[in-house]
């Protein structure tokens, strides 16, 4: 798709508002689901550690 300015590029012919929405949606779920593993893996690097000290 070709765009001739960067208005154009927002408003992708009036469904630039569902466009963005769904880019916006996809990258906090990724972000969010990162944070929810590293979160897990710290938690259980944690629980591994003190009952490795028992």
Known sequence: MYFTSFEQLISMDGHG???WFC???FV???AGNIWA???RQQ???KQIKSQLRR
């Open 17 to 19: 508002f569902y466009v």
């Open 23 to 25: 880019y916006a949606c």
């Open 28 to 30: 906090l779920l990724v």
């Open 37 to 39: 593993a590293k979160h």
């Open 43 to 45: 938690r259980l690097v």
